[in-house]
């Protein structure tokens, strides 16, 4: 019994911390956060950020960048058909190890263990 009380007790004190405000504020953004940052190439990337001459913050939208498909309809059904072909050999394969599986009640090691 003293032995599950001092683990309660470890416990509760361990999860004590997780009702506490914590200490240091890393999780929290600086207000000279800079609206316009360079990118790899040198040139200023958009934030969706920007200050008017009030001090009022405008926060807009950015777009997500549009992805061009370039694979023609020919290279997506041969790619479908590969697929297709893979999964039949795959079941094929499958079906043949499956079906040629030993009988579990011939086995000798359950002769050994059934009396």
């Known amino acids: 019994m003293a032995r599950l ?6 416990a509760l004190v361990g999860t004590a911390n997780a ?5 240091n504020n890393a ?8 609206l316009f940052a360079d990118g790899p190439d040198g040139k200023p990337i958009e934030r ?7 001090g009022k ?3 807009w939208a950015i777009e997500p960048k549009m992805e061009v498909e370039n694979k023609s ?3 997506k059904t041969g790619s479908v058909l590969a697929a297709v072909a893979g999964l039949g050999a795959f079941a ?3 079906a043949g190890v499956l079906s040629n599986l030993p009988d ?3 086995l000798y090691v359950w002769s050994l263990l059934l009396p």
């Open 19 to 23: 009702f506490t405000v914590p200490q």
């Open 92 to 94: 094929v394969v499958a």
């Open 104 to 106: 579990p009640d011939q």
């Open 27 to 34: 999780l929290a953004t600086p207000r000279s956060t800079p």
């Open 73 to 75: 309809s020919e290279e």
């Open 5 to 10: 009380t001092a683990i309660a007790a470890v």
């Open 57 to 59: 913050s405008n926060v």
């Open 48 to 54: 969706g950020v920007s200050m008017d001459q009030d």
